[in-house]
């Protein structure tokens, strides 16, 4: 077979079992999570120039030769999976997470031209990744640059041109039920204390940006709202761009054995 596979769907459809479940059955492909350095995506690595590398290293010289092992030079960019460094001093991740292209730091037609460039550049089989296609990216187009739904599908026929005839399959998880999966990682994602984790951060998250500042995210509702929205603007995507390459799944009730029999044939 030896695709390019991406595995997408939105929080809680389960997308990590179903990555773990497809590297026991294909074992001899290589599996990028998001924060590893990908080829295709850069969610949690920093995105430097030279010279901001270079003062990088300058600026935590205790950390230097670790960021050397995380690091790998692109053209004419240095990145950086900066989230698998340990560091005591929290200023690390805080200094090399405004390198990353997400959250609104770069221009639209910046990220765009990174995004694309990057697909269009990007050969190798055999792979699986991790939200490389629409999570993070999404979530760019709706909460920073509050793009409409033909921008989006303009946006994403561009990427699909970079993409076509290098072995792309996406699997997509499809859920009925987005409040109870959000309303399950709400509860699921907290400390051993009972501490909720992930749910203010997310809703930290939304709030910043500026989508959020114009409507202001308030509860669980507003939040299972924008990924509602969100999963009608994927789908959409599929149906006009990747329908062709793209098996959609019932989230949480497929059968690995069918997944793997659609890849073979």
């Known amino acids: 077979m030896n695709y390019n596979i991406f595995v997408e769907g939105i929080q809680?459809?389960?997308k990590s079992t179903l990555l773990r479940l497809l590297h026991q059955n294909l074992k001899e492909y290589h599996m990028y999570l998001e924060g590893d350095i990908s080829p295709v995506e850069l969610a949690w690595c920093s995105y430097m120039t030279p010279e901001q590398y270079e003062k990088a290293l300058?600026?935590?010289p205790d950390l230097a030769e670790e960021m050397k092992k995380h690091t790998e030079k692109e053209g004419?960019?240095?990145i950086t999976e900066y989230t698998r460094i340990l560091a005591e001093k929290r200023g690390f991740y805080q200094y090399m997470e405004d390198f990353e292209i997400y959250n609104g730091r770069r221009t639209f037609e910046e990220f765009q031209s990174i995004i694309l460039r990057r697909l269009e550049t990007f050969s190798g089989e055999g792979n699986l990744f991790e939200c490389a296609l629409f999570q993070n990216i999404m979530e760019e187009l709706l909460l920073f640059y509050q793009k409409s739904s033909e921008e989006i599908l303009d946006f994403y026929k561009r990427v699909y041109d970079r993409i076509q005839g290098k072995r792309v399959k996406l699997l997509y998880l499809r859920s009925d039920d987005i409040y109870g999966d959000i309303l399950d990682i709400k509860k699921g994602r907290s400390d051993d204390n009972g501490k909720e984790m992930w749910f203010p951060l997310?809703?930290?998250?939304l709030n910043a940006s500026p989508y959020g500042k114009e409507h202001e995210f308030r509860g669980l509702?507003?939040?299972v709202a924008h990924f509602e929205r969100r999963a009608e603007e994927e789908l959409r995507v599929i149906e006009n761009s990747m329908r062709d390459c793209t098996l959609i799944l019932p989230a949480k009730k497929y059968r690995i054995d069918d997944v793997i029999r659609w890849l073979e044939e």
Do not use: A, I
């Not at 997310?202 to 998250?205: E, G, I, R, V």
């Open 58 to 60: 300058l600026q935590f």
């Open 221 to 223: 509702e507003d939040m």
């Open 202 to 205: 997310m809703m930290q998250y």
């Open 76 to 78: 004419e960019h240095y």
């Open 12 to 14: 809680g459809t389960g």
